[in-house]
C-alpha cells in the first residue's frame, strides 16, 4: 500500500541526515510536499501551484511498470560493476560491503530503452506539455544517481550548472525504487523558490563553467586540473562543487520554513522544480542502492544551453568538460 503523508507522522520518524548534519524533525523544521497528482491534467492550475511552490510533486504521473523495468537494467550494470551483494535478489538492490558510493552513474542510462520511453516519451512529455503551454524539448543528457550508504547532495540551485540557456527551464527528479526516507531522498527547502532570488542574487547569477581568464587558476582549469573555481573567493586551487552551503541545517534555520520531502517516494513519482528552488537529499542511512535520474524540460521555442544537448552530427553533449568552459575578466 502506498504510504501517504497522513499515514506517517514525522515523530515516527528514524533519525535523519543530510551532509552528516541531523535534520530537526519538528513542525517547524520538517515536513511533508504537496501533493499535485489531483491537478495533473489540468495546464493552468500546474501552473498555479508551481509558481505558488516552486514545485510540483506528482506521484503516479508515470507508468509504474516500465520504471520497475527500467530499474532492473540500471541494477544488471551495477551488478557487472561489482556494487551489489549477489546473495539478495537483484530488485532489492543491496550495495556489497565495502562498495563505497558509486553516486553519479550516466552511464547506466545507454540502451535503457524502457528508461528513455518513462523519461522522454508518454506520460512525462504530455505533463510537461501541459505544464510549459507547448511543444517540449528536453535536454539530452541524462543525470543518473546511484546513491550508495553515506552523505547525499548539498543544497543548491541548479540554475548554476545549467543556465546558459532559458531560465525557465524546469528539473524532473525521477525516483527508480521505492524510496523511504531511511533510504534517502530528494528535500526541497520550504518557499526558496521565493527567497532565493533576494537572498542568493549573487549566487544565482553564477556559471560553474566560467572561470577568472585573468585570475589564480585560469591555466588549471584549461588544463582540466580543477574543475569549477570558487564563485566568490577565487584562489589557487580552491574548488567549487556549486554547492549554497555544506550546511543544510545551518540554511534552514537562517532562512526559515521547512525541509520538505515525502514518506516514500515510490517508483512512478515525479518531482518538478525550477532552477530557483533549493534543494538537497537526505543522506542513505542503509545498504540499499538509492537510484534517480535528473533530467531537465523547457519550451521547445526557448534558448537551450549548448553544454546539454547533442551537438553537430549527433555529438554527445558537452556537459562540464573543458570544451564547456568560458573565460571572464574579473
Not at 520554513?257 to 517516494?265: D, I
Request: hydrophobic share 35%.
Amino acid at each position: 500500500m502506498t504510504t501517504t503523508a497522513t499515514d506517517t507522522k514525522i515523530a515516527d520518524l528514524p533519525r535523519l541526515q543530510s551532509r552528516g548534519r541531523e535534520l530537526e524533525l519538528t513542525p517547524d523544521a520538517f515536513g511533508w510536499l504537496r501533493r499535485s497528482d489531483d491537478v495533473m491534467h489540468d495546464g493552468d492550475a500546474l501552473r498555479a501551484r508551481l509558481a505558488e511552490d516552486g514545485y510540483l510533486y506528482v506521484p503516479g504521473a508515470l507508468n509504474r511498470d516500465e520504471i520497475v523495468e527500467a530499474r532492473l537494467q540500471v541494477l544488471v550494470k551495477a551488478q557487472e560493476e561489482g556494487l551489489l551483494d549477489p546473495a539478495f535478489p537483484l530488485l532489492d538492490g543491496v550495495m556489497r560491503e565495502g562498495a563505497g558510493n558509486p553516486y553519479f552513474r550516466p552511464s547506466y542510462t545507454k540502451e535503457n530503452a524502457p528508461l528513455m520511453r518513462a523519461l522522454y516519451d508518454g506520460p512525462m512529455i504530455e505533463l510537461f506539455g501541459r505544464l510549459v503551454g507547448g511543444p517540449v524539448r528536453h535536454f539530452d543528457f541524462t543525470w543518473l544517481r546511484a546513491v550508495g550508504a553515506g552523505p547525499g547532495t548539498s543544497p543548491h540551485c541548479d540554475i548554476v550548472y545549467m543556465g546558459r540557456g532559458t531560465h525557465e527551464l524546469l528539473t524532473a527528479w525521477t525516483p527508480l525504487g521505492d524510496i523511504p526516507v531511511s533510504v534517502g531522498g530528494l528535500m526541497l527547502l520550504e518557499n526558496s523558490y521565493h527567497e532565493s532570488p533576494v537572498r542568493l542574487a549573487d549566487y544565482l547569477r553564477q556559471d560553474v563553467d566560467t572561470f577568472c581568464e585573468n585570475g589564480p587558476n585560469a591555466e588549471a582549469v584549461k588544463a582540466g586540473k580543477l574543475g569549477w573555481e570558487h564563485w566568490k573567493e577565487p584562489a589557487p586551487g580552491k574548488a567549487w562543487d556549486g554547492a549554497i552551503t555544506g550546511d543544510p541545517v545551518a540554511l534552514r534555520a537562517e532562512w526559515g520554513g521547512r525541509w520538505l520531502t515525502s514518506p516514500e517516494y515510490r517508483m512512478g513519482d515525479v518531482l518538478i522544480f525550477t532552477m530557483r528552488t533549493v534543494h538537497g537529499s537526505i543522506d542513505n542511512a542503509t545498504r540499499y542502492i538509492r537510484l534517480s535520474t535528473d533530467t531537465r524540460y523547457q519550451h521547445a521555442d526557448a534558448p537551450v544551453d549548448e553544454r546539454w544537448v547533442k551537438g553537430e552530427g549527433g555529438a554527445e553533449p558537452i556537459g562540464h568538460s573543458i570544451a564547456g568552459k568560458r573565460g571572464k575578466i574579473c
